[in-house]
């Protein structure tokens, strides 16, 4: 070609000096936004790309640079490594992912080539692909390459990736971002669906606002797409095959996710509104109020369902949403403990057989309470650990920008709701909720993380709130700017629908066909509730589906069969090397069943774990040093002392028909109980057991023992036989370390709601082992809290010989050996629980006086009282003056406010009922082991004299 018809066609070869240079710039503005230049320049630019570049200086390359090599080029593609970086790291910066454009604004600066001394025209000048390694067709050069980067990490999704330490991970999450994302089309039947999703799940919301006006019901509006979101999820993990999805959310929604995710009746649903005003006034009968069967009850945003669907494969998917009280996130262990159960195989023995394919959960919280609730963090810390790893959580934070009233300037530190998340290297997405197809593939990729890597995966859903904190508080008072725009601002089924019909895929007159619809779907079942019966009958909600088996009492065990449990159980590998002390000591256990000797506590607990394992029942323990234990005397998970194996006796036990699982817990009270209750709620079958390093630990679980536990089965009929071992006695080692806490247990007894036992001997322990695993997974299943010993789990006097293991069963009282012979000569019944009872031994044992006056009772079982045990032995002693409740915790702690009453119903008349113990103290224990030996003495010394003086001071 002459180059004169070059010139011709090339549009730049007629440019040169200041004229190239302005040429240059117009390019520069093109890259940025191809509007601010004119037709002309668009036109050729588009033709004919990058205008020539200005001529250099030789001058100015670097001195030694490498033949054929631009130093200014060389700076330049280094940079734009920076850049790219940068982009990816920072991008969230500018995204567009705030629907009302609230939140505060944030320098982009980082984002800008200008930044760095780099301009789009020499960022032009370098390849695409040595500037976005694997950028897509269509993308020619290295400014082309940063402005569509820009669009990838600046658009409705934000991404947060660069905390997430391994590398594969971070390479497949861009990928996704900038690859997959992109290119996701909806099919025009995709469309329509999620349309038709977006109105469902928005006209329930208007539906209920209209017709039952002023009740509470915390909508889900502002984050409407929400539903969609879960659905998609839901959907993609049953087409993995996932056989058992749990779900835990707060409130907020959980009226949609309940109609539109787990299919719950639109008439139940309505009809818990119709009847809300009067279901809960019950006639009093008698003087005492009844109830229906289902127990109290709860509000209907704080209900569970359970829903079962076919998924892809041809099986089935059961979907539960975890009922959860207004502690907001307390649920998140207890969904994780659901998931658990549901991919472990405890049908064999050793350890249970995960698979963490066959179930997984999905938790959607609050945006002030993600950073703002430590249970949060405590349960995200559970995710990789081996006894509590479930293969990932979805993590959805439902962000609507306000926690009750407060701004979130107020409720956070961060400056995303989702930055506690990147401690554990959970990948983040921030989407904005007014853009539906970006949350479905945002959706998409949760899942398939999730699957690929089995772990962790955050999507912060950013939307607003449409009414105040609930529907009953107008919310421009506090944030009067804030609702302006949201007045102004449409549902997102408008803002879906009015892209759609600019797209050309939809009319107006479409829209209003699907909405019509879908509304009537919402009138028809009004109406049809109207004609039905209250829906208040019987049980609220069921979650978990808890099939009741009858109870079967625990078979008396021979002591053939615990000899030749104990024998196994001290077999361990050949060459495996025990720490010799140790060896001794569980050696010793060998001639513990023989004639003439005892089992302590411990051991007495191996043997009824053994036992249990041999009845076909599954076994789950956890705790801080549980393997252990804090007193180092269970010891059931063996380490070799020169190579660091382990071994487990448990695992190797041929009598065994089920699993064992013992595991040392993180030093977590509240996510681990959660999660070991929600084990225990999803596998009803299993016996599941927590031990407190000390029993004051369980202090920090109060919110779970309050609200799920002691009233999981009243609220909603959820029923558990978890097991909560908790040290507790007065041992002269301070405050922190006495008590248990057992007034709170017992404050919170009611309606046959659990078992709290104080117990002074091992066989007792075994024994009400054994009655727990008979009750675990019927219906008669319920909690068992044991103040378990600390001095006694040693002490001779609380050990006991194995005929009592064979014979016999739990006692609710014990009578004290050696008192009560001459019934008309007893004048006080001292009754006790617990260590005092061993102490009270030991002083009779040491006295020589006469004690015919005297008669000692255990209470070994507080709740449910034993009234009747107790008033048979009162009905033996006819000269009876006085009872006397004798306890080591001070007056307003311990059992006495909760036994005093009880024990004032069942005295005989005339006898007067007295309480020997400290005083009522602020402080659970002394700090001082002096002071505490004279107390504890004193307590002893009075309740074993014939005229007590009961106005010491102790120590005060």
């Known amino acids: 070609m002459a180059n004169g018809e070059q010139d011709h066609q090339n549009p730049w070869a007629k440019y040169y000096g200041p004229n190239l240079g302005y040429i240059e710039e117009q390019y520069e503005l093109y890259l940025r936004d191809p509007e601010s230049v004119a037709q002309e320049y668009r036109e050729q630019f588009k033709a004919w790309g990058e205008p020539p570049r200005s001529v250099r200086s030789p001058a100015a390359s670097t001195p030694g640079a490498a033949v054929g090599v631009d130093a200014r080029q060389l700076r330049n593609a280094v940079v734009a490594g920076k850049l790219v970086w940068n982009v990816r790291t920072y991008g969230h910066l500018a995204a567009d992912i705030d629907p009302l454009g609230i939140g505060p604004a944030v320098s982009t600066k980082v984002l800008e080539p200008e930044t ?187 209900l569970g369902a359970r829903h079962v669907m076919k998924n892809a494969r041809g099986g089935e998917t059961r979907i ?52 703002g609730e430590g249970i949060v963090t405590e349960t995200m810390n559970l995710s990789s650990l081996r006894a509590y790893g479930i293969g990932g959580t979805i993590h959805i934070i439902v962000n609507n920008k306000i926690g009750f009233t407060t701004d979130s300037v107020d409720s956070r530190s961060t400056q995303y709701s989702s930055d506690p998340a990147k401690g554990f290297e959970i990948p983040i997405v921030h989407v904005n909720a007014d853009d539906p197809e970006a949350v479905i593939a945002v959706a998409h990729m949760a899942v398939e993380y999730r699957q690929r890597f089995k772990k962790d995966f955050l999507i912060d859903l950013i939307g607003f709130r449409r009414h105040g904190h609930n529907e009953t508080l107008d919310p421009e008072p506090t944030q009067p700017t804030v609702y302006k725009k949201v007045k102004a601002h449409p549902g997102v089924s408008r803002v879906y629908a009015n892209r759609l019909v600019k797209e050309g895929k939809l009319t107006d007159a ?264 008979s009750i675990t997974g019927t219906d008669e299943a319920k909690p068992l809290v044991i103040m378990t010993p600390k001095s006694l789990l040693r002490n001779p006097r609380a050990a006991s010989p194995a005929v009592e293991l064979a014979d016999g069963g739990f006692k609710t009282i014990v009578e004290q050996a050696g008192l009560g012979a001459k019934p008309d000569r007893v004048e006080r019944i001292v009754l006790c629980s617990g260590k005092v009872a061993i102490d009270l031994e030991d002083a009779l044992s040491k006295d020589k006086d006469n004690k015919d006056w005297l008669h000692i009772v255990r209470v070994e079982q507080l709740y449910p009282f034993p009234a009747e045990e107790i008033k048979k032995v009162f009905a033996r002693f006819p000269k009876l003056k006085e009872v006397v409740w004798t306890q080591e915790e001070p007056r307003n702690m311990g059992a006495w406010t909760f036994m005093e009453s009880r024990i004032r119903e069942i005295a005989p008349s005339g006898a007067e009922v007295e309480y020997i113990g400290r005083p009522d103290r602020a402080s659970p224990a002394t700090g001082f082991a002096d002071v505490h030996a004279d107390e504890q003495n004193y307590i002893v010394t009075q309740s074993l004299k014939q005229s007590p003086t009961l106005t010491h001071n102790l120590g005060r």
């Open 510 to 773: 479409q829209f209003e066909e699907i909405k019509s619809a879908v509304l009537k779907v919402f009138k028809d079942a009004y109406e049809e509730m109207k004609t039905l019966e209250d829906h208040h009958e019987g049980p609220q909600s069921q979650a978990v589906d808890q099939q009741s088996a009858s109870i079967v009492a625990p078979r008396r065990i021979t002591l053939s069969e615990l000899r030749e449990l104990n024998a196994e159980l001290l077999k361990w590998p050949e060459g495996f090397k025990l720490y010799p002390k140790l060896q001794k000591i569980l050696e010793r256990r060998s001639s513990a069943l023989n004639d003439g000797e005892k089992i302590d506590w411990s051991h007495a607990e191996t043997l009824a774990f053994a036992s249990i394992l041999a009845d076909g029942r599954a076994i789950r323990m956890s705790g801080q040093d549980a393997e252990t234990a804090t007193f180092a005397q269970r010891n059931l998970v063996l380490h070799d002392v020169e190579t660091g194996d382990t071994f487990c006796p448990m695992h190797a036990l041929p009598q065994a028909k089920a699993s064992f699982a013992l595991h040392n817990s993180p030093l977590s009270e509240s996510a681990v109980l959660g999660f070991e209750y929600g084990y225990n709620v999803y596998s009803p079958e299993t016996m599941v057991i927590w031990e407190a390093q000390f029993g004051v630990f369980a202090n920090v679980a109060q919110v779970l023992i309050d609200q799920f536990i002691s009233s999981g089965r009243a609220k909603w009929s959820e029923r558990s036989s978890l097991v909560m071992l908790l040290p507790h006695s007065y041992e002269g080692r301070g405050p922190e370390h006495s008590s248990a806490r057992l007034e709170r247990f017992l404050q919170l007894s009611a309606e046959d709601n659990w078992t709290v036992a104080n117990l002074s001997s091992a066989a007792q322990y075994f024994h009400l082992l054994r009655r727990q695993a």
């Open 116 to 302: 760095y001394g780099l301009t789009y025209a020499e960022l032009a000048g370098l390849p695409a692909d040595l500037v976005w390694e694997g950028a897509p067709a269509g993308v020619s050069n290295g400014a082309e390459a940063i402005v569509r980067l820009k669009e990838v990490y600046g658009g409705t999704i934000a991404y947060e990736f660069s905390h997430v330490a391994d590398e594969d991970e971070r390479r497949w999450l861009n990928e996704y971002a900038e690859q997959r994302v992109p290119s996701l089309q909806l099919s025009p039947e995709e469309r329509a669906a999620l349309l038709k999703r977006l109105l469902e799940a928005e006209l329930f919301e208007d539906f209920l606002q209209k017709t039952f006006i002023g009740v509470k019901r915390f909508s889900v509006e502002g984050n409407d797409a929400l539903i969609a979101m879960v659905d998609r999820m839901v959907n993609d993990l049953a087409g993995e095959g996932v056989s058992d999805i749990a779900i835990g959310m707060a409130h907020r929604g959980r009226l949609n996710v309940l109609a539109h995710i787990l299919q719950k009746p639109l008439t139940k649903i309505f009809a818990e509104f119709q009847h809300s005003a009067a279901s809960g006034k019950k006639s009093p009968t008698e003087g005492t109020f009844t109830f229906e069967p289902g127990g109290t009850g709860d509000v209907k945003y704080h």
């Open 320 to 371: 539960v949403l975890a009922n959860n009280p207004s502690h907001l996130e307390y649920v998140n262990p207890v969904v994780q403990g659901f998931a658990r159960a549901a991919q472990d195989d405890r049908t064999v023995r050793g350890y249970p057989k995960q698979n963490v394919e066959a179930a997984a959960s999905i938790v959607m919280h609050g945006d002030a309470a993600f950073p």
